[in-house]
């Protein structure tokens, strides 16, 4: 079974602060993508990481830095210096034969000014 | 590349009465688009897929003659909620993978903007 999970219901940090939001994932398949979407208020997706299995080099795009680590099923995004428009929903998903993409629960993100 | 837009962003409807939803691709072709519904503070769950010209796929639980889904072609599917029930009321997602410029993107989904539904 293909399963996502992101323990952290919700995170509050003040401004500049760095914060990490976590993501354990499940599956038996040997080839498998991972994402990381926020979600703000507006509702709609925004597409931050798309990553296979095949490529652990972990990834800095700016203060968004992923880490993934098959020993340990991980793939947890840190945000250095957070920023108020940063507070949005972060979702991790996987995707393991094309067709179906399962989103783990979502992490809410509240930084404070 | 890879648009994906949904309309209507916003819907206020009746209880008892119809709405459909349209999710089109705007700069490929998708082969395959999903559904997704997402409740306050949850996560999205996937209601069903469909690939162009047949018949969409629904995941266990969803009631496919109340969510009646057509892709009809390889821009356009829509999604029509049938006698909508104030329990309907969501945010309603669609996705799209297929054939973009550069080639096929087997494992990325598009995702649209989303469309809030609110049956009174």
């Known amino acids: 079974a293909q399963k996502v999970t992101q323990a952290q219901t919700e995170i509050s940090v003040v401004e500049k602060e760095d914060v990490t939001l976590d993501c354990v994932y499940e599956?038996?398949?040997?080839?498998?993508?991972l994402f990381w979407y926020k979600q703000p208020p507006s509702g709609e997706l925004v597409f931050l990481i798309r990553?296979?299995?095949?490529?652990?080099q972990n990834e800095i795009s700016g203060r968004y830095s992923w880490n993934f680590q098959k020993s340990t099923s991980s793939f947890n995004f840190t945000i250095t210096a957070s920023q108020v428009v940063d507070s949005a929903v972060y979702f991790c998903a996987l995707n393991t034969g094309g067709f179906k993409t399962i989103f783990g629960a979502g992490t809410r993100l509240f930084v404070k000014a | 590349g890879a648009v994906v837009s949904q309309h209507p962003s916003r819907v206020i409807c009746k209880s008892g009465t119809s709405v459909k939803i349209e999710c089109r691709s705007l700069?490929?072709?998708?082969?395959?688009m999903f559904w997704y519904r997402q409740f306050p503070k949850q996560s999205l769950m996937l209601m069903a897929t469909?690939?162009?010209?047949?018949?969409?796929?629904?995941e266990q639980g969803v009631e496919k003659d109340k969510f009646l889904i057509n892709h009809a072609s390889l821009t356009l599917s829509t999604l029509t909620v049938t006698s909508a029930h104030p329990e309907d009321s969501s945010f309603y997602i669609c996705?799209?993978?297929?054939?973009?410029?550069?080639?096929?993107?087997?494992?990325?989904?598009?995702f649209g903007p989303g469309t809030r539904l609110t049956v009174l």
């Open positions: 700069d490929f072709q998708a082969t395959t």
């Open positions: 996705s799209a993978r297929g054939k973009l410029a550069g080639g096929w993107k087997y494992n990325e989904q598009f």
């Open positions: 599956t038996r398949d040997t080839t498998y993508y």
């Open positions: 990553r296979n299995s095949f490529d652990e």
């Open positions: 469909s690939n162009e010209g047949s018949k969409a796929t629904y």
